[in-house]
């Protein structure tokens, strides 16, 4: 039997729209109550626009400020937010009900980052994240000058005032992370180098950051912690079934936290037992899809999986629903140790696991770094330091003094 839906009365221009919105809201993951509540917000505001005579397609920001502050004003003890109204103006705005949002007026140094974010999506074909981050470096190279034009500070721009960021910016950085922001503003350099805000490539005259290759061993996880970590008993209330099967990709297959992030409902081959993996560089493997790991996949998929329209293949647990992020996949791991009484660990070191296992069980070296998918063997080199057994019976005996 159909339960019947009493949604609220809703008067004014919007009022064709309530059933519509009311599914709307239920797609986004939102109980039915909280639709309905939704729906009750969407017939604040069409009262509102109905008593005030301001015509939808002329709505402006300033108009929705005033429509919250009389919401607080009046007596209604619902409250009305920023927050709880952006689903409303999402819906309305996709449906042309309401003009888009306006976009405010770009500085300089905003225009500048634009043109260079462009220009490594499109010329150098770089991930987004690792887009993200060249242009977070470049906004805080170029923050003091945020108010000047690009030409004016390039061409005043002296090395000088580039090693001294540099130096600044990566003082207490670790040598990994002072190299990476070491590549960002090699990358700003070259390409202002390009465009032809500076004549001299200024990335030229940067100094490496001193660091010794494979000075250190990995970060090794026991197997028994990750059989542990991977225990489903203590997981399967809340999103159990998706963290499960997230802690057993990271575990079984080696993916990366952004892999996991990248997967959707398409890349599961269930009939050939596969799993369609998009990698660093746009690369794209098919990995075999193992039992334990398809089962829980399959289980999150049957019974927990929120039926949206989202591709993504794992989503958020909570209403507005949308794809897991990087920091989410953290959050799952970091609560599975701290559930477990282990030490915190990183979705990485799981990664690291799998190949120190593998190493264990005396798999050779060049089939580890195609579990990885390592582009260049010598990331997997840096496994063989784990062997220490191995590496005794290789090492040289310490002369002795002479007496």
Known sequence: MT????????SGPFRAYAREYYDYAQALGYTAQSAGWHVWVLARLSQWLESTGIAPQSLTEKDLEAFLAHHRASKYRQPIGGRRLAPLLQYLRSQDLIPGAASPARSPLQAFLERYQHFLHDRRGLAPRTIEEHVRTAHRFLAPWAHEEPSAVWAALHVRDVTTFLLRDTARLSPGAAKNVLQHLRSLLRFVHQVGYVAQDLALTLPPVASWHATRLPPTVSTDEVEALLAPEADLAGPGRRNYAVLLLLARLGLRATEICRLTLDDVDWRAGELVVSGKSRRVDRLPLPTDVGTALAAYLHDERPPVRIRELFLTGRAPIHGMSRGGVFHVVTTACRRRGLPPLGPHRLRHALATTLLHHGVPLPTIGQV????????????????????????????????
């Open 372 to 403: 990885l998918r390592h582009r260049d063997l010598q990331s997997t080199a840096a496994y063989a330091k784990v062997d220490q057994a191995a590496l005794r019976t290789v090492a040289q005996a310490w002369p002795e003094g002479a007496s």
């Open 3 to 10: 339960r019947k839906i009493y949604l609220p009365r809703v």
